[in-house]
């Protein structure tokens, strides 16, 4: 009997270096070659004119299927996801597709016979940093993919409730992101930032109003705290809510800028007082798992997304008055503090397991390629879900 096989579409590609579904799609890709499958992940690769459009390289056991185009920005990436399916269509392969963005595209490869799993990422359409016409064309892909997918993933039971007024909730597995866990890290980065262990709270996110940047740092900045607030992510002093979110700031404040590389990041998150999270909009968020394998107590807008992701035994707020509290509580309450750092870890061992999240979306691939499904271990409540669609 032949190997299962699976491509994976929707990524910049792998080896991972852009962001949650590329850290994602390396893993599946490479615990399913582990498990004997044949894998294929494509990946987009940036010319100023197109050589060879599509050309293979074997990375650790994955064919990495390079699909060169000679855009940038938003017509790259439809450029690139059209010549993925194109090349799909053609192979006997389970197609997982991350994220929705180009779902106007889906139909091709469904009418080519191959089986599609896509997993449905957040609600898109929904973020206030895109116009109105970009608004519609992801409301209208998100449709799309709902309608033309065999299966969908959701991140989150928010996702899959949302998705179920598209389609039956049969047809939605809930696999959220996966995790490891930090119990050490050096505190080099933190000393180059000049701060202290336990005497910061950290921020890790795009600057955008949905992630409540804005709020956070006049919060913290209302009062002199005698302690720090460290927000990561890319300023552009032209962006007005970049500017906004710079002039609002105390002394206390401190903007290294984007940090990349994972280990600054693990360390300057497991030595926080506590991890600050203001997404607004979206499912199960990478960064707000990490920080609850790397045990920090949070600090997190209160909406359905963040109190199942982090727990109820965590710090919430709805506004800036409830946000400058819960600051307070965080430095000034250690009982508090420590509860909500063993609250963490067990959420996250419990719930964000990488194992887990890889086993489940390969009993997904298995049944929908038509293999025997073998369930390799119990999967947390989300991963029991139906699989008839």
Not at 371 to 379: E, G, I, K, M, S
Request: glycine share 8%; hydrophobic share 45%; charged share 20%.
């Amino acid at each position: 009997m032949n190997s299962p096989s699976v491509l994976i579409l929707g990524t910049r590609g792998i080896p991972a270096s852009h962001g949650g579904f590329e850290t994602f799609a390396e893993r599946l890709a490479l615990h399913l070659v582990e498990r004997g499958w044949d894998v294929g992940v494509y990946c987009q690769r940036e010319v100023k004119t197109v050589g060879t459009r599509i050309s293979h390289e074997t990375w650790k056991g994955v064919d990495l299927i390079h699909v060169e185009v000679a855009h940038t920005g938003p017509v790259a990436t439809l450029e690139f996801d059209w010549h993925c399916i194109r090349d799909a269509v053609r192979w006997d392969s389970v197609c997982l597709v991350l994220g929705y963005n180009s779902a106007v595209l889906l139909p091709y490869l469904r009418l080519g016979g191959r089986k599609i799993i896509t997993n449905m990422d957040g609600l898109e359409w929904r973020r206030s940093k895109w116009s109105r016409p970009v608004r519609g064309w992801f409301y209208a892909n998100e449709w799309i993919a709902a309608r033309v997918s065999h299966r969908l993933v959701a991140d989150h039971p928010a996702i899959a409730d949302h998705l179920a007024t598209r389609r039956s909730r049969q047809a939605t597995a809930v696999i959220p992101y996966g995790g490891i866990e930090v119990t050490q890290a050096g505190t080099a980065p933190l000393e180059a930032l000049g701060l202290q262990p336990d005497d910061y709270l950290i921020s890790v996110a795009r600057i955008e109003p949905e992630n409540s940047i804005l709020p956070i740092v006049q919060a913290f900045s209302r009062r002199r705290r005698g302690h720090k607030l460290v927000v990561l992510g890319t300023f552009d002093r032209a962006k007005p809510y970049h500017q906004a979110v710079l002039a609002a700031a105390s002394e206390e404040v401190v903007f290294p800028g984007a940090i990349y590389e994972s280990e600054r990041v693990q360390a300057l998150r497991f030595h926080a007082r506590a991890y600050v999270h203001g997404h607004t909009v979206g499912g199960t968020n990478p960064s707000l798992v990490e920080a609850l394998w790397a045990g920090n107590a949070v600090i997190a807008h209160d909406n359905v997304f963040n109190r199942w992701t982090a727990g109820e035994t965590q710090f919430f707020f709805e506004n800036a008055d409830e946000l400058d509290q819960r600051i307070g509580r965080v430095f000034g309450e250690q009982s508090s503090v420590a509860q909500a750092r063993l609250a963490a870890r067990a959420r996250a061992k419990a719930e964000f397991d990488w194992t887990d999240v890889l086993t489940a979306y390969e009993t997904e691939l298995l049944a929908l390629g038509g293999h025997a499904v073998t369930q390799l271990r119990p999967l947390p409540a989300w991963g029991r879900a139906s699989r008839t669609a």
